[in-house]
Nanobody, 125 residues
Framework: QLQLVESGGGLVQPGGSLRLSCAAS????????IGWFRQAPGKEREGVSC????????NYADSVKGRFTISRDNAKNTVYLQMASLKPEDTAIYYC??????????????????WGQGTQVTVSS
């Protein structure tokens, strides 16, 4: 069924950049909104960004707005999260997930499913 795999995480210095990828298999990505989430040690998982089916609607958390960019390439069945000006507080495991609502971004993480395994992002000097 629906399966997502995150990649692209790693260790980066503050101010650096990373691009995360969320690759889909078992379904056609061109049908669903896709969200990025993250969970830091000892903290609740939080929403980072979401992109609608067509890419025309994009949401960002206030904490990453202006620094992160979400995009999608439906031909490659992949959603990306370009992360720039990274801060130590961005350190977390980053997950992508499928919107249960289908084409449009819902408001809460309870409306997402088919979570990937996550990719670790560590921002440290």
């Amino acid at each position: 069924q629906l399966q997502l795999v995150e990649s692209g995480g790693g260790l980066v210095q503050p101010g650096g950049s990373l691009r995360l990828s969320c690759a889909a298999s078992g379904f056609t990505l061109d049908y669903y909104a896709i969200g990025w989430f993250r969970q830091a040690p000892g903290k609740e998982r939080e929403g980072v960004s979401c992109i609608s089916r067509s890419g025309s609607t994009i949401n960002y958390a206030d904490s990453v707005k202006g620094r992160f960019t979400i995009s999608r390439d439906n031909a490659k069945n992949t959603v990306y999260l370009q992360m720039a000006s990274l801060k130590p507080e961005d350190t977390a495991i980053y997950y992508c997930a499928v919107a249960k609502t289908g084409s449009y971004c819902p408001r809460g993480e309870q409306d997402f499913g088919s979570w990937g395994q996550g990719t670790q992002v560590t921002v440290s000097s």
